[in-house]
Each structure stands twice: as C-alpha cells, then as structure tokens.
C-alpha cells in the first residue's frame, strides 16, 4: 500500500493557478468573448463609423 502525504497549503496552489488561468483566458480572449456573446443573443456588432 502506498502513502501519500498531501501538504495543506496545495489548496492555496491549486486556486491561485486557477484564478491565473481564467485571468489569462480573458486578457487573450477579451476581445471574443463579447461578440460571442452578442452573436448567442442576436444582437448585431456595431461597426465603427467611417469618417
């Protein structure tokens, strides 16, 4: 049979790599996850106006 301590601070690891993935999904993707959304609802983009 094998052992295997776990240390109590892997918590703290776990969820800090955690919170660092999500934050770096939304720094590269910020930009598609609002059209993502609006193409879900239907709602059209609004295109910059040309001047």
Do not use: T
């Amino acid at each position: 049979m094998i052992w295997a301590y776990i240390d109590p601070g892997i918590g703290g690891l776990l969820l800090q790599g955690l919170i660092a993935g999500l934050a770096a999904m939304w720094l590269f993707f910020r930009k598609d996850i609002p059209a993502f959304f609006r193409r879900l609802i239907g709602k059209k983009e609004k295109l910059p106006k040309e001047s």
